[in-house]
């Protein structure tokens, strides 16, 4: 094991955003110490998350990791250099990437063909470099259907799973260019280190989450996730390399790498 991809909200963080606490709010170490495992281990951590960059450039360097995913895959920094992984959608004389979204008028169609059901996720979709964040309950493969149909292929919308605390039970939703996605990001980082599918493990707690599995050698869904999601069960789609934990968020997270480390020494 040479590397392990984890996601922040609802599965390395806790209630809240935080990385102490557990599912019943109660002080929680056992996220520090899968951190701590790993370093000791000498195996890289690299956040892959749907937040805009500024929030996981801080949450990176407050682990002491100089590589992350950011927006949902649509940005990787690597050892502090930034790669867009957005196709030909880049920041220019037409804008930020966000901006061009918006110009295109994919987020208004949506808004208005989903009322009632699709919001902004304020005030978190403020202050963006890419992806349009909403929330609600939406299918997004009709979505994307409904994007192609008017003309927006080059966009996707991601379902990063449920949210929590006030918004409970809503989804989260990032509108995205259709290059970008956490996978491939993923895959880049490996590409750049030289890791096979065996050195890495990825845990996760949405559907987007779950693409990782496609190229790293075991990939990890936090007990949390599926408590709010049963149906993730089906979205395995006969992947052998991923499995459940018990334990949900850090604790999660823990069994995951500890239970992977163990294996790889052959415990």
Not at 79 to 87: H, P, Q, R, V
Request: with cysteine; hydrophobic share 45%.
């Amino acid at each position: 094991m040479r590397c392990l991809y984890v996601d922040l909200d609802g599965t390395l963080l806790g209630p809240d955003a935080s990385l102490l606490r557990d599912g019943e709010g109660r002080f929680e170490l056992l996220g520090v110490r899968a951190l701590e495992a790993c370093f000791r281990a000498e195996v890289e951590v690299v956040i892959y998350s749907g937040r805009r960059q500024a929030q996981v450039a801080e949450d990176a360097r407050l682990i002491g990791m100089r590589s992350y995913v950011f927006e949902a895959g649509a940005g990787l920094v690597l050892d502090g250099e930034l790669e867009w992984l957005t196709g030909g959608i880049v920041p220019g004389e037409r804008g930020s990437i966000f901006e061009q979204i918006e110009a295109s008028g994919a987020p208004a169609l949506l808004l208005e063909h989903y009322a009632g059901r699709l919001d902004y996720h304020a005030p978190w979709h403020l202050n963006r470099e890419v992806s349009h964040l909403f929330r609600g309950e939406v299918d997004a493969v009709e979505a994307d259907a409904l994007l192609r149909e008017h003309g927006h292929e080059q966009l996707r919308l991601v379902d990063n799973g449920s949210l929590h605390g006030m918004h409970a039970p809503e989804r989260g939703y990032h509108l995205v260019p259709a290059a970008s996605s956490k996978v491939a990001a993923v895959a880049r980082h490996m590409q750049a280190r030289g890791f096979g599918p065996i050195d890495c493990v990825a845990v996760g707690d949405s559907r987007e989450d779950l693409g990782a599995a496609d190229v790293v050698g075991a990939f990890w869904f936090v007990g949390n996730a599926v408590q709010r999601d049963p149906t993730l069960r089906g979205a395995v789609g006969g992947r052998a390399n991923v499995r459940f934990a018990e334990a949900g968020y850090g604790a999660g997270v823990y069994e995951a790498v500890m239970t992977t480390l163990a294996q790889r020494r052959g415990v």
